[in-house]
């Protein structure tokens, strides 16, 4: 039995629950910047990204007239920085739509980021330049391999994509936690099935860290395989490598792991299986560009690569009948052909590849320039533009490039 509430009570209740009055508003949350807020991933952003994506759409306007929207599949951060940035240097220009697909694992509703990330996609989807439909898909995103799942319904039916960008704080290579779930080979390997029905060209870019911690054991000997086959079999291959890497022709037979860094192996290896993978599909690939950094600070090798391949549709394998009734005219030499033919490009991408650190260090207007957009694009955010440039000299410390008056030979 309840007890029974008097009026007299009614108003101390009342009070009790809403207060005597207006209250001031909470004070702003101070959101902290983080590793990948530094400049160097302005400098990819604008450099490789959009300038690819710049290229593709003029190109496929000039072939079709008009290009309505773009399609872009993402690894977005909770501050999904890399879709704002598109749509206001690509779409916003270009007088088109961005419709984005994005996978992250903060979506989930049991993730203590969703709140976080709930407010930057609500803020983000309204702005004018991006599709309404476009949304962040809750979970992980190499569940796209399990042609039974959610995320892989989604990205097939919302694709195919012009621009497909994998960006990791990890490795696409790394250790998996287990056998029995799909990786990042797998996810790959279904979205470049997807993109196979494509009519337009199409942009991949990877972002992945490349050092033995975050590199399998057993995916680093085959990509070293593949790298290796390659020289063997392509001539044009091995001229090109060994004109990259000045090795006289007539030597020695080339190990091509012991010739190379343990970065520029896996550049190779990833590459490799990226084109192979795309020629079994119907694809062909374009190779861009190599753009390494390195985690942390002072000396060592770049550790985190970010690439730029760009695709077309080429004539489609027909897959064999295994019941051996259908006769089937494929031209398998022609497959290794295409992977030679392909690949020749590779090892001077991967030898003339863009050290961003060094660039920004050496060049200070570039550093400048990427501080201010930095800025801005995080200040849309949430985050505090004015303390971004102290937080950046505090992180950059003495590896802050000279300014250009004190350094004449810049």
Known sequence: MTEEVTGSDEPEDLEALIGTGPLDFPEKVVREFRPWHRPRKQYVRRVQWCHEIWSLTTDLMRTRGELHELRYLTLPGNDLLDIRHIAETICSPRQMKLRYLGFNSAAIPTSADQAELNGTEFSTIRTTWIESESQVFPGDFRRVADSRSLPHQQMWKRGPYHAINIDLCGGFAGREKTESAPNYFGALRAILHNQARSDDDFLLFITTRMDDNNVDNGAKEILLQLAQEIYDTCKGYASAFSEAWGIQEGDAPVHVPMVVGTGEAFMLGLTQWIISTGVS??????????????????????????????????????????????????????????????????????????????????????????????????????????????????????????????????
Request: proline residues 6%; contains cysteine; charged residues 30%.
């Open 281 to 410: 599909l119907g694809l062909k690939a374009s190779v861009r560009s190599f753009m390494t950094y390195r985690t942390g600070y002072g000396l060592g090798d770049d550790d985190i690569v970010s690439l730029a391949i760009r695709f077309k549709r080429d004539h489609p394998v027909i897959p064999p009948d295994p019941h051996g009734l259908a006769r089937i005219f494929n031209d398998s030499a022609n497959e290794a052909n295409k992977k030679c033919e392909q690949s020749i490009i590779v090892p001077r991408r991967v030898r003339e590849r863009t050290h961003v650190d060094k660039i920004l260090q050496e060049q200070a207007e570039e550093f400048e320039k990427c501080i201010v957009e930095s800025a801005a694009l995080l200040g849309s955010a949430g985050y505090d533009p004015d303390s971004y440039r102290g937080w950046v000299m505090q992180e950059e410390g003495f590896n802050k490039p000279v300014a250009a008056e004190n350094n004449p030979g810049q």
